[in-house]
């Protein structure tokens, strides 16, 4: 996420806040968990990836995302403070996310996500067994998701600008390889936009195609709508995922896509009522 985008929503979330009293709870707890993610950032700043403009266009054209967990500079004193900050916001929040066990919250914790559970994250394998054990195993995803995410956004900045996106078009992000958690139509064409639910950057994908699996059969995509049509849910009945989108041509005001992940999560609902799931594990082999 930009610096200016992150800003915006604090400012957004502050605004809120003063016209209703208070803030959700959802909402103060991702103020928290942003505040500790742009702080990050700032300090990461701009990174160097070491590909030139000829490196990056055949990737692209290869379909290979621009940067693989061994490529990734990581700072791992910095991910350790940041993993014991991200954590510890989590756990001021039992209501939403659960009991979280003592030991996981003491200062040295931070050597409980070591690089080993990193990647195994980064490359969609399974964590190992140790890692955060006593919490359950989608929150272990989304403590280390946060942790990690002021680290790929960095390199989605330095990189995101030389995608030659009508040579990507692909359902995984050409920056980390991550799966897209939510979407939106632009407003000129309506042109559909995916959005890495790991790194942030947005690319360019087809409106009739499920990017989780690939399937261009109408009879199998279907989306629904809200009565003014900002938002629609995309499904597939083939994968049983679905995505979330807003459709720029009908917004009133400004949209800050990150917190629209949060605005929308009655979408989430609904389509796990009707079977449908997020499905952002890779689904394709990367580097
Ligand atoms: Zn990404
Ligand atoms: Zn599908």
Same mark, same amino acid.
């Given at each position: 996420?930009?610096?200016?985008? /992150?800003?915006? =929503?604090? %400012?957004? #979330?502050?605004?809120?806040?003063?016209? &209703?009293?208070? !803030?959700?709870?959802? +909402?103060?707890?991702?103020?928290?968990?942003?505040?500790?993610?742009?702080?990050?950032?700032?300090?990461?700043?701009?990174?160097?990836?070491?590909?030139?403009?000829?490196?990056? /266009?055949?990737? =692209?054209? %290869?379909? #290979?995302?621009?940067?693989?967990?061994? &490529?990734?500079? !990581?700072?791992?004193? +910095?991910?350790?403070?940041?993993?014991?900050?991200?954590?510890?916001?989590?756990?001021?929040?039992?209501?939403?996310?659960?009991?979280?066990?003592?030991?996981?919250?003491?200062?040295?914790?931070?050597?409980?996500?070591?690089?080993?559970?990193?990647?195994?994250?980064?490359?969609?394998?399974?964590?190992?067994?140790?890692?955060?054990?006593?919490?359950?195993?989608?929150?272990?995803?989304?403590?280390?998701?946060?942790?990690?995410?002021?680290?790929?956004?960095?390199?989605?900045?330095?990189?995101?600008?030389?995608?030659?996106?009508?040579?990507?078009?692909?359902?995984?992000?050409?920056?980390?390889?991550?799966?897209?958690?939510?979407?939106?139509?632009?407003?000129?064409?309506?042109?559909?936009?995916?959005?890495?639910?790991?790194?942030?950057?947005?690319?360019?994908?087809?409106?009739?195609?499920?990017?989780?699996?690939?399937?261009?059969?109408?009879?199998?995509?279907?989306?629904?709508?809200?009565?003014?049509?900002?938002?629609?849910?995309?499904?597939?009945?083939?994968?049983?995922?679905?995505?979330?989108?807003?459709?720029?041509?009908?917004?009133?005001?400004?949209?800050?896509?990150?917190?629209?992940?949060?605005?929308?999560?009655?979408?989430?609902?609904?389509?796990?009522?009707?079977?449908?799931?997020?499905?952002?594990?890779?689904?394709?082999?990367?580097?």
């Amino acid at each position: 996420m930009t610096k200016d985008t /992150s800003s915006k =929503i604090l %400012k957004k #979330l502050v605004e809120l806040e003063k016209e &209703e009293g208070s !803030l959700p709870l959802l +909402l103060k707890f991702y103020r928290e968990l942003l505040e500790i993610q742009s702080k990050a950032q700032k300090r990461i700043g701009i990174p160097d990836p070491g590909l030139n403009s000829e490196a990056i /266009s055949q990737r =692209i054209r %290869k379909r #290979l995302p621009l940067v693989g967990f061994d &490529e990734l500079v !990581l700072d791992w004193v +910095l991910v350790r403070g940041v993993f014991t900050e991200v954590m510890a916001a989590f756990a001021r929040y039992p209501q939403l996310f659960g009991e979280i066990p003592e030991r996981l919250r003491k200062p040295g914790t931070s050597r409980l996500l070591t690089k080993k559970a990193a990647k195994a994250w980064f490359t969609g394998k399974e964590l190992p067994p140790t890692t955060l054990d006593g919490i359950s195993e989608s929150l272990r995803q989304t403590v280390i998701q946060a942790t990690l995410q002021p680290f790929l956004a960095s390199y989605a900045q330095a990189l995101i600008g030389s995608v030659e996106q009508e040579h990507w078009r692909q359902g995984y992000c050409p920056i980390c390889g991550g799966s897209p958690d939510i979407a939106y139509l632009e407003k000129e064409v309506g042109a559909r936009w995916l959005m890495c639910s790991r790194c942030d950057s947005e690319w360019l994908f087809q409106r009739l195609e499920c990017p989780y699996c690939g399937t261009k059969d109408q009879k199998a995509l279907a989306f629904f709508t809200d009565e003014k049509e900002l938002y629609r849910l995309h499904v597939c009945k083939q994968c049983k995922c679905y995505l979330k989108a807003i459709d720029l041509r009908k917004a009133k005001t400004e949209i800050l896509l990150p917190l629209e992940r949060l605005y929308t999560i009655d979408l989430d609902s609904q389509a796990k009522e009707h079977g449908y799931s997020p499905c952002q594990k890779p689904a394709v082999k990367r580097k």
